[in-house]
């Protein structure tokens, strides 16, 4: 029997990680309660404020569609970034590093089923949100919505890949570092609010953050009517810096994993547990 | 001797990173959302007749999240990272101490947050809070029975936590998010649906944040009007005791649970 | 460098494992792991580093596994530089480890080793006939869907073994595949290693391990290591021959809780060890000849022993460690050790 070759290898890798995040959510159903049930709750919250401000109905609609593109950050924060250090402390990546496949696909098998189950979440809060708080939507431009929302997805996931990288050497930090960037991301980001509200100045810096230029633009294309007032950049811009940002981070996640496994190599990091 | 134990490993005073994240970045964070909300809005902004009440709220419920999540973590790393909840069970160590030792270590933590908050508030945004109008017999009153009470439903919660896989979402702050909105702590609870409101009724964190609101604004929202201070302080009392045995019973059924089904030291990470 | 005919050579390899700052000023800022180690195995050999804990046998299967990189020296695996081209080297290579946790809990045996065979590009139908069998040599047929996080240690520990031999690695590193497990599970997966080696005759196999008997029973060549550096390599039968010239006794002692004072200071003892039992103590003694020995009996009665039993022994690899190193396994005690 020849070898198989490195795309096969590839891509066998990326089915063979991504089968236990789509599997172990089916067998443990309580993810449905835990990961759609109750932040759909949260996202609640946030629209009763601006009810009870009485904001736009625009704004619902904002709030909705931030409550489903968190679930993609939380996902990349909580499975992706911390991810490589949890595989460290149960073995998995020893046997990750041994096996004659690319660390790449792994973390792409990882970031494929994430996004199964938290698109399930995303659909869940997007489809439920609009019903609850009759949302209205006019997409001005379908193949545009799609194009920013999987160039998101993808510049986030790349994100993801190169944070878990760097958390990888973080140690125990990377846990605390996860929890550094949450709250502040749905922050500078506006997952609740017109991302502008912050100011250019904090805008820009927030648009190292895929979902900040991604969750504008979409918004923008979703709620046209308030195109004008509320966005930072235009949808065109917005997309062209986002298709800059997915290649970049592909390209240092790719970078960063081959500099980060030396290094950990060297210094004898990838097997010492509890550090 | 375990409420120590429990302290000592949460504690991790001795990195000022760590504490600056959980005192300071996270709850600032979390509460200038909801400040950019207000302000970019609220036809009156900051100085909408509302946001006094919801700053003050969502200032105490940094405690909410800290505690609960502290304690339902407890049994996810324990179990799943450092592989020690069964060694916590076979050591002759009271659980509920050690778990609570972990949340009041968070609550410490997160105190520092609330000052912070309280004082950003007052100072920058114009928030009435005005110590000298402080009844400090009922703050302490309140932050005594409110210890107790998040304390238990994080152990209510760790008990869930022991029987279930661990997702991508912190449990405790999923929890806390759900709490977010039936508690009514960012508006008023009348806004909500009536059947969503009388569920905020029965949660005793509800209470809890009106007896805040009373003591640190000196009035508080238009949903509890009708309950005296007194009679205010005697429901958190009584829901706590409630609360106590739920949690007591509850998490001693998921440990039940938990060992006929040898969930003690399983790993569920996907 | 000829390295090609080799399965797995090292040459002068030493590993030193710095402290971090801030724990520096708690233990050592240096310990050496590898002080200098140079073997070589051939294609087909089940060879064995044998040392007691800390000895740097799993820094060793580390180095040659591309998990971790020399300070000094070289190693080849399968001809090639474990430190120039690791990933090479990856496509050759497969490892198993005692106490392994590997896999995800929630997926079923069978589930989880499939999903390690598709990192190695296994056809998942081929992948599914191996797991089958395999599972089947090991007693795990009936347990295959059952999820790992209800196994035993000794179950998931031969799941462990058929991850490792599911793809058929030409070399194969085995780090302390036994520990912790019973009599039985360990017998049974050290007839599975012999029985694989013997139907795939052009695989390597090197196995580390702190149980003599294993090492014995297994290898056709042994290294014995100790702080870092070989000390003897060579057939374990040939290294016991060795010892054959000397006499080897056990004499169990009543009375005498410490047999240092009386058996250490004689001059015919070239090495002992001594364990505590029951009545007083065992002790193990190398003597330069037999005539030796009725001096030795004499100085422990004058202590005050009571010779229970006496037992003249043909020499183990535990009595060549004992010979070579100074001391027995139950006596080394090392610092820090990341080895």
């Known amino acids: 029997m020849s070898a198989p070759s490195q795309w096969t290898v590839f891509w066998r890798t990326v089915v063979g990680r991504a089968y236990p995040r789509i599997i172990g959510a089916q067998r443990e159903k309580s993810w449905v309660f835990f990961e759609i049930f109750l932040p759909l709750l949260q996202v609640t919250a946030y629209v009763y404020i601006y009810r009870a401000i009485q904001a736009p109905p625009e704004f619902i609609g904002f709030v909705v569609l931030g409550g489903a593109m968190s679930a993609y950050w939380l996902n990349v924060l909580w499975s992706m970034a911390t991810q490589l250090y949890w595989e460290k402390e149960t073995g998995n990546l020893e046997l990750y590093i041994v096996a004659p496949t690319s660390r790449m696909a792994i973390l792409l098998g990882m970031a494929m089923g994430g996004l199964f189950a938290t698109t399930l979440r995303a659909v869940a809060v997007i489809t439920i949100g609009t019903v609850l708080f009759h949302v209205s939507m006019s997409v001005s431009s379908v193949p545009a919505l799609v194009g920013v929302f999987l160039t998101t997805l993808v510049a986030l996931y790349g994100m993801g890949m190169l944070l878990s990288s760097l958390f990888l050497l973080f140690g125990r930090e990377a846990w605390h570092l996860s929890n550094l960037l949450q709250e502040p991301v749905s922050l500078v980001s506006g997952f609740y609010f017109p991302v502008r509200a912050l100011g250019q100045v904090v805008a820009a810096a927030a648009s190292i953050l895929p979902i900040t230029l991604g969750l504008d633009a979409m918004r923008q294309l979703l709620f046209p009517a308030m195109l004008g007032k509320f966005r930072f950049l235009s949808p065109g811009v917005e997309l062209a810096i986002l298709v800059g940002l997915a290649i970049l981070f592909l390209f240092l996640s790719h970078r960063a994993l081959a500099f980060f496994e030396k290094l950990a190599r060297r210094d004898g990091r990838l097997s010492v547990r509890g550090q | ?270 | 460098m000829m390295s090609d005919c080799y399965a797995i050579r090292t040459e002068d390899l030493r590993r030193v494992f710095r402290a971090k700052r801030r724990e520096a000023k708690k233990q050592k800022r240096e310990v050496v792991a590898l002080d200098g180690v140079s073997f070589s195995v051939g294609s087909g050999e089940l060879f064995g580093v044998l040392g007691p804990n800390g000895a740097g046998k799993t820094t060793t299967i580390k180095i040659l596994a591309t998990l971790l990189s020399p300070t000094a020296g070289r190693a080849w695996v399968a001809g090639i530089d474990v430190a120039k081209d690791p990933k090479r080297v990856r496509r050759h290579i497969g490892m198993v480890s005692g106490g392994e946790t590997s896999g995800y809990g929630l997926l079923t045996i069978e589930e989880n080793l499939w999903m390690f065979s598709q990192f190695y590009g296994l056809d998942t139908r081929v992948a599914r006939a191996r797991i089958k069998e395999l599972l089947e040599v090991v007693g795990l047929a009936d347990r295959s869907r059952t999820k790992i996080y209800h196994l035993s240690t000794g179950m998931r520990q031969k799941m462990n073994f058929v991850r490792g031999f599911l793809t058929e690695p030409e070399i194969l590193f085995l780090d302390e595949p036994t520990l912790g497990l019973d009599v039985q599970t360990a017998h049974t997966l050290r007839g599975f290693v012999s029985n694989w080696l013997a139907e795939h005759r052009d695989r390597t196999i090197l196995l580390t391990t702190h149980a003599m008997h294993e090492a014995d029973e297994l290898c056709g060549r042994v290294a014995i290591i100790d702080k870092g550096r070989i000390l003897a390599c060579d057939a374990p039968a040939t290294l016991k021959r060795e010892l054959q010239r000397d006499a080897i006794f056990r004499l169990r002692i009543a009375d005498l809780a410490d047999a240092r004072g009386v058996v250490g200071t004689s001059p015919d003892v070239t090495q002992f060890t001594q364990t505590a039992s029951e009545a007083g103590v065992d002790v193990d003694a190398i003597l330069t000849h037999d005539g030796a020995l009725t001096q030795l009996l004499a100085s422990v009665e004058a202590a005050g022993g009571r010779l229970l039993s006496l037992e003249k022994r043909e020499p183990t690899l535990e009595d060549v460690f004992l010979h070579i190193v100074g001391h027995g396994f139950e006596d080394e005690i090392r610092e820090g050790g990341s080895a």
């Not at chain 2, 800290?66 to 179990?79: E, F, K, M, Y």
Request: include cysteine; glycine fraction near 10%; charged fraction near 10%.
């Open chain 2, 1 to 270: 001797m375990a409420a120590w134990l429990g302290w000592q490993i949460e504690s991790n005073w001795a990195d000022p990173f760590v504490f600056a994240i959980y005192s300071l970045v996270k709850p600032l964070a979390g509460a200038l959302i909801l400040v950019f909300m207000y302000a970019v809005i609220a036809k009156d902004g900051l100085h909408s007749p509302l946001f006094p009440g919801v700053f003050v709220g969502n200032a105490l419920f940094i405690y909410v999240p800290a505690v609960l999540a502290g304690i339902s973590w407890t049994i996810i790393d324990d179990r799943e990272h450092y592989g020690m909840l069964k060694y916590v069970y076979t050591a002759p160590v009271n659980v509920f101490a050690y778990l609570i030792g972990r949340g009041v270590a968070k609550a410490i933590v997160a105190t520092v947050a609330v000052v912070i908050m309280l004082l950003l508030g007052t100072l920058a945004l114009g928030v009435p809070v005005r110590l000298a109008g402080i009844n400090w017999l009922f703050v302490a009153a309140t932050l005594v029975l409110g210890s107790a009470m998040l304390s238990l439903f994080g152990i209510l919660l760790g008990g869930v936590t022991m029987i279930t896989a661990r997702h991508n979402y912190g449990v405790g702050e999923a929890v806390a998010g759900g709490l977010y909105l039936l508690c009514g702590v960012v508006f008023p609870l009348d806004t909500l649906p009536a059947w969503l409101a009388a569920t905020g009724r029965v949660i005793p964190i509800s209470y809890w944040l009106e007896a805040f609101r009373r003591a640190l604004l000196g009035h508080g929202t238009e949903a509890f009007a009708s309950l005296s201070d007194g009679v205010l302080l005697a429901v958190i009392a009584g829901s706590t005791a409630v609360l106590a045995v739920l949690a007591v019973l509850g998490f001693r059924l998921a440990e039940r649970r938990a060992r006929a089904k040898g969930l003690l030291d399983m790993q569920t990470m996907y």
